[in-house]
């Protein structure tokens, strides 16, 4: 049973949310989908990535969505996320930001798209 996500402050979540990550515990897929909202910025880039761990259609529903509405550091996050899932519905996006500005978006799309193709 994972722990409960809502719990404590920001550094107990932050802590929380990593361990679900590293386990690629499915049983904190709900809690981590309903906090995707609500928390700060650095705990939400742990969400994304612990989606990208434990997979799954709904981790990659959100991801898909996300890719369309995030921007800067949280955009490569969700393109990393996306390749580790070797998410194919993703590739047609993730080609658009092959030119992305960031640096960081663009090392996450090369990692994704050699990660989604098997090199």
Do not use: C, Y
């Not at 990550?21 to 989908?33: E, H, K, V």
């Not at 369309?68 to 047609?92: F, I, N, P, Q, W």
Request: proline share 2%; aromatic share 2%.
């Amino acid at each position: 049973m994972a722990k409960k996500l809502d719990r404590g402050d920001e550094s107990w979540r932050r802590k929380s949310i990593i361990e679900a990550s590293r386990s690629a515990n499915s049983d904190a897929l709900p809690q981590l989908l309903a906090r995707l909202d609500q928390e700060t910025h650095a705990n939400r880039r742990h969400i994304i990535l612990a989606l990208g761990n434990i997979g799954g259609d709904r981790a990659e529903e959100k991801l898909l969505e996300l890719l369309e509405a995030e921007t800067g550091l949280a955009l490569g996050d969700v393109v990393r996320a996306l390749g580790r899932m070797k998410s194919r519905r993703a590739v047609a996006k993730l080609k658009e930001l092959a030119d992305h500005p960031e640096e960081w978006v663009r090392q996450h799309v090369t990692f994704a798209l050699r990660n989604i193709r098997g090199m």
